[in-house]
């Protein structure tokens, strides 16, 4: 097992063996170090000696090994080691660790940018960069965040518990949140390949876990039916090659049709709740799309209008971007350009892959080509940075 493989156990397991630890010794930076620890023991030990049978289990058992003996190191922590000793052995219950670790990480005392990037760098194990991009925030502003968060969870000793019944709402927005940007950094990764089943699949695991914990709660289901209709799309979403494959051109028929009954059954479920909120009607937005046989079937006049809702529930540049791209298609793309102009986006690289796209449509196409680049630049993700210069190199014709 080379260096790949540690870092693929690390993608998938980090979360699970930092909320373990957590739970076990009641301090985030301990839990953290010592993970990092043993996945470090594991880059010197298992090119030579073979993977162990169970690579997760391994990494736990090493990095508790690590935390005691760091405790036991440490005088002015005796305390905390006799504590941990007495709960070594305590098995986990539901819900598990890690969803206990987000409601910890989302309690009230904290920021709610703070909630969601501590989160995403205990649970996701995403590093600092990884963070920032999916957050659109400096990287230096994020690291302070992570660091004033756990200093304030520490110095504050917040519990490493779940809130009681009456505290659930209050948490539940920043809980959502979380649990989607993981889905997000996922589906269409920050860095490297475009995908991260992994990240994919906890999201959706800790989605139905909050679904059991708060079946009433109809932006839960609306979060749970997303994640489930966009994940369906994804055997269809890279070709043979590993090269992306616009919404547009994917063939539907690969299209995980299960996952699409249960997601429409989920949207239905929030319909007759009506109770719209942001999560229930971007899974309203995905189930037009799933619903439709072709690209060319879809009913664009539908989502439109649901992202209007969407822009008085939530606005934002973001949603403003995607509506945008459907009035482009009911209205032409000069239509949709004229919406996105002044949005607040130019750190983001998919403002310049829509107005790229646009412009292209428009037959502006020494502009289409520029967006293109710049959309590019912007990306760390593999797939789609190849995508926008292979769209960049078809319009070489034209310019010439």
């Known amino acids: 097992m080379r260096g790949g493989a540690v870092e693929r156990v690390f993608r998938e397991e980090y979360g699970r063996a930092v909320s373990v630890l957590v739970r076990t010794f009641g301090d985030i930076d301990l839990a953290e170090e010592a993970v990092q620890e043993a996945f470090t023991a594991a880059l010197q030990r298992w090119p030579d000696d073979g993977p162990p049978p169970s690579p997760a289990g391994w990494i736990i058992t090493t990095a508790r090994n690590h935390a005691i003996d760091r405790l036991r190191r440490d005088a002015k922590r005796a305390e905390k080691h006799a504590e941990a000793e007495l709960i070594y052995n305590i098995p986990p219950d539901e819900p598990d660790d890690r969803l206990r670790l987000i409601f910890t990480c989302c309690h009230p005392a904290l920021a709610r940018h703070a909630q969601v990037a501590l989160t995403l760098r205990l649970l996701g194990g995403l590093t600092t960069p990884e963070i920032a991009r999916a957050l659109l925030v400096p990287e230096p502003t994020l690291a302070q965040r992570i660091v004033r968060a756990k200093t304030k969870i520490r110095d504050a000793g917040i519990p490493?518990?779940?809130?009681?019944?009456?505290?659930?709402?209050?948490?539940?927005?920043?809980?959502?949140?979380?649990?989607?940007?993981?889905?997000?950094?996922?589906?269409?990764?920050?860095?490297?390949?475009?995908?991260?089943?992994?990240?994919?699949?906890?999201?959706?695991?800790?989605?139905?876990?909050?679904?059991?914990?708060?079946?009433?709660?109809?932006?839960?289901?609306?979060?749970?039916?997303?994640?489930?209709?966009?994940?369906?799309?994804?055997?269809?979403?890279?070709?043979?090659?590993?090269?992306?494959?616009?919404?547009?051109?994917?063939?539907?028929?690969?299209?995980?049709?299960?996952?699409?009954?249960?997601?429409?059954?989920?949207?239905?479920?929030c319909l007759r709740r009506d109770s719209p909120g942001p999560y229930q009607?971007?899974?309203?937005?995905?189930?037009?799309?799933?619903?439709?046989?072709?690209?060319?079937?879809?009913?664009?006049?539908?989502?439109?209008?649901?992202?209007?809702?969407?822009?008085?529930?939530?606005?934002?540049?973001?949603?403003?971007?995607?509506?945008?791209?459907?009035?482009?298609?009911?209205?032409?793309?000069?239509?949709?350009?004229?919406?996105?102009?002044?949005?607040?986006?130019?750190?983001?690289?998919?403002?310049?892959?829509?107005?790229?796209?646009?412009?292209?449509?428009?037959?502006?196409?020494?502009?289409?080509?520029?967006?293109?680049?710049?959309?590019?630049e912007l990306t760390a993700n593999t797939a789609e940075r190849d995508y926008l210069l292979t769209q960049r190199a078809n319009l070489l014709p034209s310019l010439s």
């Open 281 to 376: 009607l971007q899974a309203a937005i995905n189930a037009v799309h799933t619903d439709a046989p072709t690209a060319e079937a879809t009913d664009w006049r539908q989502i439109v209008q649901l992202y209007d809702q969407l822009m008085v529930v939530s606005p934002s540049p973001v949603v403003a971007l995607n509506r945008a791209v459907a009035v482009a298609e009911l209205d032409g793309p000069e239509a949709g350009l004229r919406l996105i102009e002044d949005l607040p986006l130019t750190r983001y690289h998919v403002f310049h892959a829509v107005r790229a796209d646009l412009l292209r449509r428009a037959d502006r196409t020494a502009e289409a080509g520029e967006a293109y680049e710049t959309a590019a």
């Open 160 to 269: 490493y518990r779940m809130p009681r019944a009456a505290d659930l709402p209050d948490r539940l927005t920043a809980v959502l949140a979380v649990v989607y940007l993981i889905f997000n950094e996922g589906y269409a990764a920050s860095s490297g390949p475009l995908v991260r089943d992994d990240l994919c699949a906890e999201a959706i695991r800790l989605g139905r876990m909050l679904r059991r914990l708060m079946p009433d709660e109809p932006e839960v289901a609306g979060l749970l039916a997303l994640m489930v209709l966009s994940a369906a799309r994804r055997p269809a979403r890279v070709d043979a090659e590993g090269a992306l494959v616009p919404l547009p051109r994917q063939d539907r028929s690969r299209w995980d049709r299960a996952a699409i009954t249960e997601g429409h059954r989920l949207v239905r479920e």
